[in-house]
């Protein structure tokens, strides 16, 4: 088998220089001139000198480099881009020379086509280089003072959820970058929530490597999907901000600042923001359904700066945010039984304040070309206060089939003999609780790569050092009644409580790698880390029933006479892990190859305590995680990857003890000794090209994952009390695949574009239902199949956009145990949205989306939701200032439901929100740039600067247009 792999290697690599030996390859890169910033999407042609006809040709990447391949001869190099003077080089190629390298060439602005007052180029709304998704925030229009989520919700591909998750054709975004530079560490919701429209020019999205396999050239797996934005020209050499102020009706408010200082290489920025409307912006149409946030207010001040120069990178960020989250809640819930259904209905008060203050620092450092150091330590400190009140009921049938109202009946202080619910209640509660929580956390990673020969001999280690320490203090007074005990048909439980749990962790690790070239192109990798943690948890509960003690009372000073050992524990985990890594790396032209295995020995020991129950154990295990990665470059626009990775997961030790944990009565656990690890498949095919002279883009997302032994409970329902038993257990046989299909075009009218995103997912869950007659699980297998369309078209020209959309999602929903629950939900929506500008510097933005659910059993969830957002823009002072009115849910009719299915329950949930609402707003943005240049520069951007008046083209692009679709742009 050895001898095998070793003669096809030989003859990959024998046949790939075959390939090679007759062809020259010229590369270079494409700046521009004036700013030597890269020119991305320009074409580079090599043209026969008798006929001019074109032999063969390539466009540059992201970072402005090119390469194109032809056979020797002689040939004229040709550089061209829309505005800018084309570039003519003369070359000959040598069969002796299998690489010319063109250096940098840079192109010159047209100024005839400068001096036109309008001349028009089409501006892409996606464009592909590589791996790089690009966006061009010209072809998209926001309101006027629109922040970064309303742009990226606008993307084609693009989800953002209320809670501030972004994916990007089904990818989440870890990391918000600022040319290159991470943003307040690359915090998603940040970038997101403070970064104004006006001030980026591109929008780019790839997969970020880590450190280390950006360095070493290991795929260590741990890339990340980023957003990368680039600056708009002439906003890098000076100080240009704004700030946004705004007050509405029902005590709305919101207050926004930032400024910035960029001068070539380095950054600096400062943000604030205030605000109780859930950090909503004016959205830009399409379909929004509620997410269960109730109500906030969120204030912010953070600090964060990027430099760089030949050997020294480092960048960082300081922030502070303040949170209070007012919710109150109403919801209903059907678990299911092998027998019938169990119902629950409850109320719910919460309000939590929450400070925190968050530190990164950044270095990379490169004392000579064969040396790479970079630390990254980063500082946390977290604390919260939350007070909760809830009343629940638990019924053997549906409430609301005896009255429409049953949350009406839950509070057990103002039940009486006559309520309507009493012959088919099981329980009822009252709960009220406080908590006081902090945590510190410090951390830092220093890694040192050094290079032993340029072929790709390198050798690096890494060490990781983390420290958390966490207390959390938890009072609890709560009451239960049973209504359907034998003995006693009115029994009641009281529980007071004080619980504190202190909780410390270390984790120290060190890693060392090793890169060996065994042929051009291959590589051999080794890697082997050592890592140790130390944890300790400690949970002291206290009863307080028997000191009359109510959770407004301050602790009674002998309070931990009533320390009860049953419901405390003390923990102790020492983990020692392995991790040795082999692989190798295989690199072509056209394609790319890693592979490797990675195995696990682990060893843990836990030392716990538990009342009368102590254990000293040790738990040895073997891990291990095959991984591959094929990359295939049809061309620099178009590749294609498949990847599959295998991961093996332990479940916790404490799940593992033979204990019962009884502090909740109606949700009591088990731990299980016969649990098993759990092996989890993934497999991810990517897909995408792009076609600049048709404008066109498609792009293909299929994944499998496929879990074996995973975790699951087996829930053993106690119908005289309405409680639960819960244990872990193994299960086999939850998947899920998932597919997209991304299509973007302009039409033959390059006003017109059309985009569509297509999705499909099939889920495959399984649980346990516990079966009271047999007293025993059975095993419950619930599908869902979701098909999802999204379509949207839009014209514009140079003051007037308008686009129709239109989204429409289909359930498909199954259960094996009990085929009544089945049923085939879906939602559609369409509707509208138009921005235009008006010649007096004024501009109108609006949108009106109709929602509609059916389909679904609850009848409170089928419903038309007819959505009417509008916003009035008038500029000030050349476009320094704004002036603007916005209305959100103009007809008052967005709900507030939010619904889950898994295969064990059904659960819906009403919560508080005030959408519909008015604000006026004032924006004031500032520029101050250095030189005569710049100035002149920015100026040709727009009135006003920074964020003018968007005007038919929404100001200068970064370098020429993408070659792309969608919208029209002007120089």
Known sequence: MRKFLFVLLLLIATINAFAQSNQVTVVGKVVEKDTNEPIIQATVQLLSPKDSSMINGNVTDANGNFAVHAKPGKYILKVSYVGYLSQFKQYTFSKNRPQVSAGTIPLSADAIMLKEAIVTAEAPMVSVSKDTMMYSSSAYRTPQGAMLEELVKKLPGAEVSDDGTVKINGKEVKKIMVDGKEFFGGDVSTGLKNLPVDMVDRVKAYDKKSDLARITGIDDGEEETVLDLTVKKGMNQGFFGNADLSVGTKDRYSGRMMMNYFKDRTQFSVIGSANNTNDQGFSGGGPRWFSPNGLNARKMLGANFATETEKLDMGGSIRYNYSDQDLIGRGYSERFLQAGSSYANTNSLYRAKTNSINFDYRLEWKPDSMTNIIFRPNFSYRSSKTNSESQSATFDSDPFDIIANPNDYLNLDDLDSNEPLKSIRVNSSNNRSHQKSGSTSVNATLQVNRKLNNKGRNITFRGRFGYTDTENDSYTDALTRYYQFDYNPD???????????????????????????????????FSYELSYRHNTSVRSTYDLDNFGWRLDDRLPENYKDGFDPSLSKDATYDYVNHDIQAGFRLIRKKYQLDAGISVQPQNTKLSYTRGTYSTDTVRNVFNFAPNMRFRYKFSNLSQLEVMYRGRSSQPGMENLLPITNDSNPLNITMGNPGLKPSFTHTMRVFYNTYNPEKQRGIITHLMFNATQNAISNSTMYNESTGGRITQPTNINGNWNAFGMFGFNSALKNKKFNINSFSRANYMNNVAYLYNNATKTDDRNKTTNLTLAENLNGTYRNNWFEFSLNGALEYNWERSALRPQNNQEPYTYSYGASTNISLPWDMTISTNLTNQCRRGYSDSSMNRNELIWNTQIAQSFFKGAATLSFEMYDILHNQSTISRTLT?????????????????????????????????????????????????????????????????????
Request: glycine share 16%; with cysteine; net charge positive.
């Open 903 to 971: 295969a064990e329950l059904r659960n819906v949930n009403e919560y508080n929100s005030i959408n519909s609402y008015c604000m006026v707003h004032f924006i004031y943005k500032f520029s101050l740039f250095g030189s005569k240049e710049a100035r002149n520069r920015f100026e040709r951007m727009g009135p006003g600067g920074l964020g003018g008046r968007r005007g038919p083209g929404g100001g200068r692009p970064n370098g020429p247009p993408l070659g792309g679709f969608g919208g029209r742009r002007t120089f």
């Open 491 to 525: 029994s009641t439980n009281i529980r007071r409580r004080y619980i504190n749990t202190p909780v410390n962790n270390y984790t120290y690790s060190g890693r060392l790698t090793y890169s060996e070239p065994i042929a051009k192109g291959l590589f051999l990798q």
